[in-house]
């Protein structure tokens, strides 16, 4: 697995695996899905998490997010050390921290691409700051299409991929 930062601007980590490993089962048929995996995850720049089928991308990012656990090493969010909180703790810092896009995304089909976007905070029952918004919302290109739903959309519209130049 490589994992390679697309900018290369000096900002702070918003984001830290440190020697991270996970194991799923035991004996013969234990598999070491990450092996002592460490990198940063900088804000306000991409990363392209790359390798072949079964190398472990998808469960570094579900480590890293929170969405697993893992057997050894240390992940951060900012200050908090994700090892060390309760179930509640992690749910709020799920929420109010981390953003997540799929492989297999899933999008609200009967929603707005508005309504998808702020979805998580009207869940959580907050009002979204609106220059917050209004900066993803310029980021991913949609400020002409916010009305439209899913499949009115493109695939990268619908990942939220930025316009090329």
């Known amino acids: 697995m490589i994992t390679t ?9 918003a984001a830290r695996a440190a ?17 002592h995996v460490t990198v940063n995850f ?13 190398s472990g991308k998808s469960t570094l990012m579900h ?3 929170g969405l697993d656990t893992f057997s050894g090493g240390s992940v951060r ?17 799920r929420r109010d921290k981390i953003g997540f896009i799929f492989q297999a995304f899933n999008l ?10 702020t979805l998580p905070m009207d869940i959580a029952g ?21 009305g439209h739903r899913p ?5 990268g519209q619908q990942l939220g991929v930025p316009p090329g130049p």
């Open 77 to 93: 969010i900012g200050d908090t050390e994700l090892g060390s909180l309760k179930d509640k703790q992690l749910t709020r810092l």
């Open 5 to 13: 930062p697309i900018a290369h601007r000096a900002t702070a980590v």
């Open 151 to 155: 499949a009115q959309l493109s695939g």
């Open 19 to 35: 020697d991270l490993s996970k194991e799923y089962g035991q004996g013969e048929t234990r598999v070491i899905a990450l092996d």
């Open 42 to 54: 900088h804000q306000g720049e991409y990363t392209a998490i790359m390798g072949p089928s079964g």
């Open 126 to 146: 907050r009002r979204p700051d609106k220059k917050w918004l209004r900066e993803v919302i310029d980021m991913v290109g949609l400020s002409d299409r916010l």
């Open 63 to 65: 480590c890293v997010a």
């Open 108 to 117: 609200l089909p009967t929603l707005t691409a508005l309504e998808n976007i």
